[in-house]
T-cell receptor, first 111, second 113 residues
C-alpha cells in the first residue's frame, strides 16, 4: 500500500518559469510532510516541510502547499533555475516516526 | 556539527562475500533509517532503528540482511553472501525522532561483481 504517491515520474520546465511538483497521500494520520531533493550519486537533502496545521510554508523560491481535505500537497519552485534539476521526494513520518517516501519526480530545468 | 556519515562511499564485493555498511548518525540523533535505491527507482525503506532496538524491519529481505544500532558506535547494515541483485546505493538517515525531518548521509554504493 503506497501511502505517499508521486504520480509524475518526470517533469520538464523552462528556466525562469514555475515548477510544480505534486504529491498525494492516503494516510489521514500524517501530520507533517517533507520534501527532499536528490542529485545523482548524493544523499537526499532536506528542502522544506509543512505541518498539517498550516496550508502553506514558504522558504525563498520554495513554497509548499497543503490541502488536507484532498490529501494533496505540492511544491512550487519559482523562478526555476538550472541547479533545481534533480529528483524530488515527498515524504511523511508515520506515528512510529518511520518516514514514508514517494517514488520521486525527476525535474529537468530547460535552458 | 557533522552530518550523517556513511562509510565506505563505494564498496565492491564478489558474489558470496559479506558487505558491511556503516552509518554514524548526527550528534543527538537516536533514530536511524536505512533505505536502498536501485537504479532508476525511488528510495525503498529497509529498516528503522533506535538505540539497541529494531523498530520496523518490514523492508528488509528476510534472508542475508541484518541491521543493528548498538549503544555505542555506528549503525551497521550487514549483507551476507551478496548477490548481483544487491548492487545498489544504500542510504542512511538519522533524526531526533518526534516526527521531524531526517537527514541523510551521502550513501554507500555497493557493487557486486
Amino acid at each position: 500500500d503506497q501511502q505517499v504517491k508521486q504520480n509524475s515520474p518526470s517533469l520538464s520546465v523552462q528556466e525562469g518559469r514555475i515548477s510544480i511538483l505534486n504529491c498525494d497521500y492516503t494516510n489521514s494520520m500524517f501530520d507533517y510532510f517533507l520534501w527532499y531533493k536528490k542529485y545523482p550519486a548524493e544523499g537526499p537533502t532536506f528542502l522544506i516541510s509543512i505541518s498539517s496545521i498550516k496550508d502553506k510554508n514558504e522558504d525563498g523560491r520554495f513554497t509548499v502547499f497543503l490541502n488536507k481535505s484532498a490529501k494533496h500537497l505540492s511544491l512550487h519552485i519559482v523562478p526555476s533555475q538550472p541547479g533545481d534539476s534533480a529528483v524530488y521526494f515527498c515524504a511523511a513520518p508515520n506515528r512510529d516516526d518511520k518516514i514514508i517516501f514517494g517514488k520521486g519526480t525527476r525535474l529537468h530545468i530547460l535552458p | 556539527n557533522a552530518g550523517v556519515m556513511q562509510n565506505p562511499r563505494h564498496l565492491v564485493r564478489r558474489r558470496g562475500q559479506e558487505a558491511r555498511l556503516r552509518c554514524s548518525p548526527m550528534k543527538g540523533h537516536s533514530h536511524v533509517y536505512w533505505y536502498r535505491q536501485l537504479p532508476e527507482e525511488g528510495l525503498k525503506f529497509m529498516v528503522y532503528l533506535q538505540k539497541e532496538n529494531i523498530i520496523d524491519e518490514s523492508g528488509m529481505p528476510k534472508e542475508r540482511f541484518s541491521a543493528e544500532f548498538p549503544k555505542e558506535g555506528p549503525s551497521i547494515l550487514r549483507i551476507q553472501q551478496v548477490v548481483r541483485g544487491d548492487s545498489a546505493a544504500y542510504f542512511c538517515a538519522s533524526s531526533p525522532g518526534l516526527g521531524t525531518e531526517a537527514f541523510f548521509g551521502q550513501g554507500t554504493r555497493l557493487t557486486v561483481v
